[in-house]
Nanobody, 118 residues
Framework: QVQLVESGGGLVQAGGSLRLSCAASGRTFSLFAMGWFRQAPGKEREFVASISWSGGSQYYADSVKGRFTISRDNTKNTVYLQMNSLKPEDTAVWYC???????????WGQGTQVTVSS
């Protein structure tokens, strides 16, 4: 089992920045990748970014390319999402997830609220 705890959400004005953190514990040695997802009110949860646990390969949704950066610190078992140039449409509950296999996210955090005011 892997446990995930997100932090760093909050209220920010449009154009501002936030950094989300996701601390992983448990069987982290078995992980293939970590990812960030978001779910806006009335919408389905969507993929935002991912990073491989060992190789550092990164993937982004088109909506955040050039604005967000995902990174990891394996010494701390923590993944970060630096979010710049935030827009009101980035308002959502943001979830960290961990995958044992490519694109199969088995573990989820509790979510953290990000609200971007216009």
């Amino acid at each position: 089992q892997v446990q995930l705890v997100e932090s760093g959400g909050g209220l920010v004005q449009a154009g501002g920045s936030l950094r989300l953190s996701c601390a992983a514990s448990g069987r982290t040695f078995s992980l293939f990748a970590m990812g960030w997802f978001r779910q806006a009110p009335g919408k389905e949860r969507e993929f935002v970014a991912s990073i491989s646990w060992s190789g550092g390969s990164q993937y982004y949704a088109d909506s955040v390319k050039g604005r967000f950066t995902i990174s990891r610190d394996n010494t701390k078992n923590t993944v970060y999402l630096q979010m710049n140039s935030l827009k009101p449409e980035d308002t959502a509950v943001w979830y960290c997830a961990a995958a044992n296999r490519a694109s199969e996210y088995d573990y989820w955090g509790q979510g953290t609220q990000v609200t971007v005011s216009s």
